[in-house]
C-alpha cells in the first residue's frame, strides 16, 4: 500500500535563522515550511558601511550563526535576512525607547525614505548567495498625536525605522515603489529566486 504523498514529504525545506514573525508570516504565504533556529548577531552599523552593505553583512552573518548552531545537522539551506529603514544616509534600526520611537516617525513624516531588505541562502555545502531589494516609502505629514497614538498601539517598538507597514502604519502610506514584503522584512521575489537555485 502507498504512503500519502503528503506525509512523504520533509517536514520542513530551509531553517529560518530569524525570530520575525513577519518573516515567517511572508514564508508562509508562499508555502515554504522552515524550522527557527537561534541567531544571536549584532546590528551595529560599522565604519564606512552603506546601507546596502549593512543589510547584506547582517543577512549572512545571521545564516552563517544559524548554520554554525547546526553543527552537524545542517542538511537544509539556512535563510538570513536583515532590513533598514534609510532617511538623509542615517540608517534607522529598532527604537530604543518612546522618545527614539517618536523621533523616528518624525524623521519619517512628509517625506520619503528607502527601505533595504537583503535576504542570504547558505546550501548544505556551505555555499553563500545574497540579493538585495530597495523600495522606496512615501509618509503624509504626521502630527504630534499621529506619533503618539502609533506608539501607544505598540506595533512599532521592535521595527527597523519604528514602523510596520503590514500594521496601521499602513495610513501614513502616500505611496510604494519597490516591494512590499520586502518592506515588511522578507523580499519574496528574491527569496523565490535564492530557493529555486537549491531546488527547495
Known amino acids: 500500500m502507498g504512503t500519502n504523498a503528503v506525509q512523504q514529504q520533509d517536514p520542513f525545506q530551509i531553517y529560518l535563522a530569524s525570530g520575525s514573525p513577519r518573516r515567517q508570516e511572508l514564508l508562509d504565504q508562499i508555502g515554504v515550511r522552515y524550522q527557527l533556529i537561534k541567531q544571536d548577531v549584532p546590528e551595529e552599523v560599522q565604519p564606512g558601511e552603506t546601507p546596502e552593505m549593512f543589510v547584506t553583512r547582517l543577512a549572512l552573518e545571521k545564516a552563517r550563526a544559524g548554520m554554525q548552531s547546526l553543527k552537524a545537522q545542517n542538511d537544509k539551506p539556512v535563510l538570513g535576512a536583515d ?34 531588505s537583503a535576504v542570504a541562502l547558505i546550501s548544505p555545502s556551505g555555499q553563500e548567495q545574497c540579493r538585495v531589494n530597495c523600495s522606496q516609502v512615501c509618509f503624509r505629514e504626521l502630527s504630534m498625536q499621529d506619533r503618539e497614538d502609533y506608539w501607544a498601539t505598540g506595533e512599532c517598538a521592535d521595527k527597523a525605522g ?3 507597514i503590514q500594521g496601521q502604519a499602513a495610513v501614513f ?26 531546488a527547495v
Open 83 to 116: 532590513t533598514a529603514v534609510v532617511v538623509d544616509d542615517q540608517i534607522l534600526g529598532k527604537p530604543i525607547d518612546r522618545e527614539d520611537g517618536l523621533n523616528m516617525l518624525s524623521l519619517l513624516s512628509g517625506r520619503c525614505h528607502k527601505v533595504y
Open 162 to 164: 519604528a514602523y510596520g
Open 173 to 198: 502610506i502616500t505611496k510604494l515603489e519597490g516591494s512590499y514584503s520586502g518592506v515588511m522584512g522578507l523580499p519574496l521575489f528574491e527569496t523565490a529566486e535564492l530557493l529555486h537555485t537549491v
